[in-house]
């Protein structure tokens, strides 16, 4: 079964600041998405970026960008210059192309981001 | 606003109770997914509906059940309630259709269900 695994439960970042979140994960399927999605104090969940793993450049909206590397199951998010706004809990998540019955998406356990002024 | 729409936003009952959550997803969307979100955890999927069918399970309770009418709006309903069912939950609906799909699930406010 496909798994998803962020190892760093909390990170913190000065505003202004880079910092890089961590995300593995394990399928033997070579088709799917990787998405990251932000969860801020309201909890809505939104995506912030998409990666289709038959693409090998890496995703990049605005200020945020993935380090895709998939023969070692990895997919890190860069936020770059860092604003208070992006203080959040962090999924990183897995989603079949061809999921058969079903394409679910797949969770890891999150990572809190504290941005300090 | 990602289209999809679920009420109630907070719900409070009491154990032993049954309540049901509503979903209508995006317009055009067939599939609905339900997940659950306890207090500082991830989320943890229950179950997938497409076009009106069961897809998949996953981590849910005998005591929860789900089902998807013909208009593709969705109900998860949650019986003989107990404390540890306080959570959040999630609908989602995706498109599977072509050019239109990005392998993206777009997610409703969720409804915030406590149970005392």
Redesign the interface.
């Known amino acids: 079964a496909q798994t998803v695994t962020q190892s760093q439960p909390e990170m913190s970042v000065q505003e202004a600041e880079t910092v890089t979140l961590s995300c593995t994960y394990d399928t033997s399927e070579s088709d799917y ?1 990787l ?1 990251w999605y932000k969860q801020p104090p ?4 939104i ?1 912030v970026i ?1 990666q ?1 793993a038959y693409k090998q450049q890496n995703a990049t909206e605005n200020r945020f960008s993935v380090n895709f590397q998939k023969a070692a199951k990895s997919f890190s998010l860069k936020i770059s210059d860092s604003q208070l706004g992006d203080a959040a809990m962090y ?1 990183c998540a897995y ?1 079949e ?1 061809y999921g058969g ?10 990572t809190l981001l504290a941005v300090q002024p | 606003d990602s289209g999809v729409t679920q009420t109630p936003k907070h719900l409070i009952t009491a154990t032993g109770q049954r309540v049901t959550l509503r979903c209508s997803p995006r317009s055009g969307d067939l599939s609905v997914y339900w997940y659950q979100q306890s207090l500082d955890q991830g989320l943890q999927f229950l179950i997938h509906y497409y076009n009106g069918e069961e897809r998949a399970k996953g981590n849910i309770l005998e005591r929860f059940s789900a089902q998807q009418f013909p208009d593709l709006h969705s109900e998860l309903n949650l019986s003989s309630l107990e404390l540890g069912d306080s959570a959040l939950y999630f609908c989602a609906s995706s498109t599977n259709a072509g050019a239109a799909n990005t392998g993206e699930l777009f997610f409703g406010e969720g409804s915030r269900l406590t149970v005392l």
Request: hydrophobic share 40%; glycine share 10%; charged share 25%.
């Open positions: 998405y998405f309201s909890r809505q969940m995506l998409r289709e999924f989603r192309i019955a079903t394409n679910k998406l797949i969770f890891g356990t999150g």
